[in-house]
């Protein structure tokens, strides 16, 4: 599913997008044509971080090591892989992941 957000540090337009893998969801940030970052990140990990909406910045280690960060404020969610940051709505990140994730 592709999510639109907006880069917190150049204000440029991008997209989201959230799809299952083998251990979770892979998360991939866009600008355009371009992918700025792509991270494969626990489901389970990430769905914690957003319901339980702990203050400050958190850090969901993926596949690979590499590092998604995340941030919820109110209802909007920051997010940042390596140099790549996108800011999406809480309700749209949840509706992508919920449409990624196989129901039980």
């Not at 596949?63 to 919820?72: C, W």
């Not at 749209?92 to 994730?101: E, H, P, R, T, V």
Request: net charge negative; glycine share 6%.
């Amino acid at each position: 599913m592709v999510i639109d957000a907006v880069s917190q540090s150049s204000g440029a337009e991008r997209t989201v997008t959230v799809e299952a893998a083998g251990a979770g969801v892979v998360l991939a940030i866009r600008e355009r044509e371009a992918e700025l970052a792509r991270v494969e990140v626990p489901a389970d990990e990430l769905m914690t971080v957003l319901t339980d909406r702990p203050e400050g910045l958190q850090v969901v280690v993926g596949s690979e090591k590499r590092v998604l960060e995340v941030e919820v404020r109110r209802n909007e969610v920051l997010l940042a892989a390596g140099t790549a940051d996108a800011a999406v709505g809480l309700d749209d990140l949840m509706d992508a992941l919920a449409a990624a994730l196989p129901s039980d």
